[in-house]
């Protein structure tokens, strides 16, 4: 999908993100004085040994939009707004339409990040070079805010400052860009068979169990022997929660975009451009709808499900009317032709740039990271290699397709990674893949908490690499949510995560090994 087609549907997405992007002025900044307003304290002061102890103030981070500013106390205390978490904590918040200026930042920033990702892809095809291009990106970036840090610190931190309306916005959306594998699920398992899926099943729950065991028992292993104390981390910005506005302008979106294509089924051109607004819509309101609902009924009824519900009820309603099948409207949903894109793909595209915003999430962590080195480092290499040759030989033993093994050895690494590792191989399902990663994610969020309390992995360190090793992004959020103690953590091993699964993939002779033992 190209970039052009991506940016074209910003707008729509444009107004909802930038509430949250102020002025400088009115910026959230960090809080480090206790004395400065009232916190609330939650239990974030760990000893070695994997204790909890006492409460220490939540702080908050917020956008700075200015270059070079040295974030001192005064003006932190003079900056200082409430901070809200999402829309799936809050509900829905009080709406203030961006300015201008506010929006052509956020699409200025993000544009570069999107722009970098295509034109890094088209480089890295016309060089047959088979390495993820975002990846290499992501290297690139974080390596120029290494240096610049280094060098002239306030050009790195107005780099960060100018690049937060992007990453916020990506943060804030990013389980729309998981929704479409499961979207079209249904076609993606047609030809596999009932006992394979029930294989593919057994792998997954059994996988995600053995990796977070391997994952936080390593950590806590490492912990003991380094007995390295742990530090304050750097505070981690929130996104804005979702609003009324936008709620009843996504509504309206939809009803519009049916009733025309409904009409004339083929009036932006093809089908699939038609189908594509009230598709993007329809797994927009259902991310919203489901990000509202009560903790306890998003055990079962996770927002992410929703989301694809949503998408697949209209994709069934405009089907059904349209006498076109739901087959087809589910074709146009994802249609991975950058010439005729569906809604899918235009969520789809955005995957590059998550990789590269890992960069901005890494740098802002690199002190908790070098201090952790051992414990962070060794679990996530330890559980990425478990994960992917554990999936091949247990895909053997059972007696699961060869084919069908390798398209879900990347089952605990994040969906845009996930597709790169398995296009090293031939034959695969890539849509099984998405799916996988993103089931995968599922039952960590509902369960992981639970899981390590039985399994006794009390150490903050162990409880976020832990579940971001294992269950990607998704179990990072929903521990995030309730353990922000652990959130640093997370954020971290999910990104690393991927990035060595990636890197030992792109070994020739690891992917022989892999398919050697699949079988």
């Known amino acids: 999908m190209g970039a052009a087609s991506t940016i074209s549907t910003l707008p729509i997405l444009f107004a909802s993100s930038c509430p949250r992007l102020l002025p400088r002025k009115q910026s959230i900044l960090l809080l480090r004085s206790q004395e400065a307003t009232p916190q609330r ?31 001192n106390d005064a003006s932190r205390r003079n900056s200082l707004i409430p901070v809200r978490s999402t829309g799936a904590q809050d509900g829905l918040a009080t709406f203030r339409f961006p300015s201008v200026v506010q929006i052509l930042h956020l699409v200025v920033s993000l544009g570069i990040i999107l722009a970098a990702d295509k034109l890094l892809k088209q480089a890295f095809v016309a060089a047959s070079i088979k390495f993820p291009s975002a990846l290499f990106g992501m290297f690139c970036v974080f390596s120029v805010l290494t240096i610049f840090d280094s060098v002239a610190p306030s050009i790195a931190t107005g780099f960060m400052n100018f690049f937060e309306p992007a990453t916020l916005f990506i943060q804030r959306w990013l389980p729309l860009f998981y929704v479409p594998s499961l979207v079209v699920l249904p076609l993606a398992v047609r030809d596999v068979p009932a006992a394979s899926g029930l294989k593919i099943c057994i792998i997954i729950v059994g996988g995600w169990l053995a990796s977070l065991t391997v994952a936080g028992y390593t950590a806590i292993t490492v912990r003991r022997i380094v007995k390295t104390e742990m530090i304050p981390a750097e505070p981690m910005t929130k996104p804005s929660p979702f609003t009324a506005v936008e709620l009843w ?84 949903y994802l249609t991975k032709a950058s010439s005729n894109p569906g809604a899918g793909d235009i969520l789809m595209g955005f995957l590059g740039s998550v990789i590269i915003s890992f960069a901005f999430s890494m740098f802002k962590q690199r002190k908790l990271v070098k201090r952790h080195a051992a414990e962070i ?143």
Not at 44 to 71: D, K, M, W, Y
Not at 279 to 290: D, E, I, K, R, S
Not at 438 to 465: E, H
């Open 377 to 519: 480092f060794s679990s996530v290499i330890i559980a990425a290699i478990f994960s992917l040759y554990s999936t091949a030989f247990i895909g053997r033993v059972i007696g699961l397709e060869p084919t069908l093994t390798i398209s879900i050895l990347p089952r605990c690494i994040t969906v845009a990674l996930a597709l790169s590792i398995v296009s090293f191989f031939e034959g695969v399902n890539s849509s099984l893949t998405a799916a996988v990663v993103v089931l995968t994610g599922l039952i960590g969020a509902n369960f992981v908490q639970a899981v390590m309390d039985k399994l006794r992995l009390n150490d903050p360190i162990a409880r976020g690499v832990a579940t971001a090793s294992s269950a990607h992004g998704l179990g990072t959020a929903a521990l995030s949510a309730k353990e922000p103690e652990a959130l640093p953590f997370c954020a971290i091993a999910y990104a690393l995560t991927g990035i060595f699964g990636s890197l030992i993939c792109s070994v020739p002779a690891v992917r022989q090994s892999l398919l050697l033992i699949a079988g």
């Open 249 to 332: 302008a996504w509504t309206a979106i939809f009803l519009s975009s049916f009733a025309v294509a409904f009409v004339y089924p083929t009036a932006l051109g093809t089908s699939a451009r038609t189908c594509l607004p009230f598709l993007l819509a329809a797994t927009v309101l259902g991310y919203m709808f489901g990000s509202g609902l009560p903790s306890d009924v998003k055990k079962v009824f996770h927002p992410i499900i929703c989301c694809a519900f949503s998408a697949d009820v209209a994709a069934v309603a405009y089907g059904y009317f349209s006498r076109s099948g739901t087959d087809a409207v589910l074709g146009n």
């Open 41 to 71: 304290s939650i239990s974030s002061q760990f000893t070695s040994n994997g204790g909890r102890a006492s409460s220490v103030p939540i702080r908050f981070l917020g956008a700075r939009l200015g270059f070079g500013h040295n974030g």
